[in-house]
């Protein structure tokens, strides 16, 4: 009987903090300022828009009054990834995504430059 009790208790308890952890999920949907200081000057800062569609997350690019769509966009847990062509140049972005800021990298044929993102 002690050994129901406790199975029932652990379920509960499981149950009510998933249910919680949904609740405050946190959400890049949203414009985001941002920044990627090593990048080339006309790089360096812009406008990141997430939106969701249906079940799926969209990312663009506003850059020096250009528009450029992300590609392979996914979100899962706190992790933003997408990819887009800029220059010809095939660049992927990993970001982690945390209340109102997301930190992460831009990875390209030349490497890696460090990305913040500060929602507006």
Known sequence: MMKNWFAKSTLILLTVFAISSAAFAVSPIG?????????PEKYINGELIVAQEKSEYTVKFRINGQELKAQNVKYAGTDLTFATYVENTYVTF???VEDKKMTGKVSYSDG????TCTKK
């Open 31 to 39: 414009t985001w300022t941002y920044k990627v200081p090593l990048a």
């Open 112 to 115: 890696q430059m460090d990305m």
């Open 94 to 96: 990993k970001m982690k």
